[in-house]
């Protein structure tokens, strides 16, 4: 009898252990895309002719697909480091590719490409670049911007101002940050001419309250006959950056002009936006995580959490058995950065004998 309780007990025991590793064998499988850079809705094209190679014309969409990426992930002064890219790199960085869409219109090949890049790699990639990548956070962010003719001090917030009509007319699809732009209230307008004087130490934050965004960005473009200057109070995750930026010998009214000047505009804030969600991958915490084996539902969730965070490099099993589950990390971060990120995610962690213990 008691060796048919032991056979009993560690059959359990076995069963318990099968059991826990095809979970996490199916966990893992099913969240391994969440460890990746997926770029979607890249159009490829080619004329459709006796030489045509479809895998040529993919080639182009991989490499499309690569400067988004690059251009979503890294400020535009790092960007000026990676040159000459070559598409066997590329490729070597690339887990898989979907062609969706394809046609043919008046002898043209017409597709929509999506690729998915291995995050480590393109990670790797930019670190032995010495690039610092940026988390591709996208962002709302509340937009002012105010148009003052110098000659005669007229201030311009809805009306006659360009920048409020056509600021979101250009867009790239690789852009961090959507703008809003406030609504027409002529009592900001009126509030804005009484301090036409005292307008770049304006306290904005009246008007900025009646907007449920928390980040916003105050433009103050002055127009001096055929030369243009801006001041942007830039508050980003709750740092205040102030940048001016001068345009000698262009006119807004011309369109290429105009188009400069935003484009110009909207690369300085997606660079102070990236710079204030870097990843310093030179930063490699190593963290250990203990949490109760049998709580089945709690281990599902950390490992969806470990594998959302941009800032986790790495994560494994340490070891397990019947009672615990050790997870070891590593973090590009600090710990109080970590423990942050932990706690918005509603996962609470407590310090026992030099190990962080899940709750």
């Given at each position: 009898m008691q060796i048919i309780n032991k056979f009993y007990k560690l059959l359990n025991v076995y069963i318990y252990f099968i059991s826990f590793s095809l979970l996490i064998v199916f966990?893992?499988?099913?969240?391994?895309?969440?460890?990746?850079?997926?770029v979607s809705k890249i159009e490829i094209s080619s004329p459709f002719e006796l030489n045509f190679e479809k895998n040529n014309v993919i080639d182009k969409g991989f490499q499309t697909s690569f400067s988004d990426l690059i251009s979503m992930i890294t400020t535009s002064g790092n960007r000026k480091k990676i040159k000459n890219v070559s598409i066997k790199e590329i490729k070597g960085m690339i887990d898989s590719f979907t062609i969706s869409d394809e046609k043919f219109i008046n002898n043209e090949y017409f597709a929509n490409l999506e690729t998915t890049f291995n995050k480590k790699k393109i990670l790797k990639f930019l670190e032995n670049k010495n690039i610092f990548p940026s988390i591709p956070q996208r962002n709302k962010v509340l937009l002012f911007p105010i148009l003052i003719e110098t000659k005669n001090n007229n201030i311009y917030l809805f009306n006659n101002n360009i920048f409020y009509d056509k600021w979101n007319e250009q867009k790239n699809s690789y852009d961090l940050l959507d703008y809003l732009l406030p609504s027409e209230d002529i009592e900001d307008l009126i509030e804005l001419q009484k301090i036409s004087k005292d307008i770049e130490t304006y306290d904005f934050s009246n008007l900025i309250n009646k907007y449920d965004i928390r980040d916003?960005?105050?433009?103050?473009?002055?127009?001096?006959?055929?030369?243009?200057?801006?001041?942007?109070?830039?508050n980003l995750n709750n740092s205040l950056k102030i940048q001016n930026k001068n345009y000698p010998k262009l006119d807004i009214l011309n369109n290429n002009d105009f188009s400069n000047i935003v484009e110009n505009l909207k690369q300085l804030y997606e660079d102070q936006w990236k710079k204030n969600n870097e990843i310093n991958t030179s930063i490699k915490l190593p963290i250990t995580i203990s949490i109760n084996s049998k709580k089945t539902k709690k281990i599902i969730e950390l490992e969806q959490v470990l594998y959302s965070l941009d800032l986790v490099s790495d994560f494994s099993i340490l070891n397990f058995n019947s009672e615990i589950i050790q997870y070891k990390i590593t973090y590009n971060g600090t710990p109080n950065i970590f423990l942050n990120d932990m706690k918005e995610k509603n996962l609470e962690l407590e310090m026992k004998n030099n190990m962080w213990i899940l709750k």
């Open positions: 966990f893992s499988t099913t969240y391994s895309n969440a460890n990746a850079f997926r916003n960005i105050i433009l103050i473009i002055y127009k001096e006959s055929n030369r243009i200057r801006t001041l942007s109070k830039i």
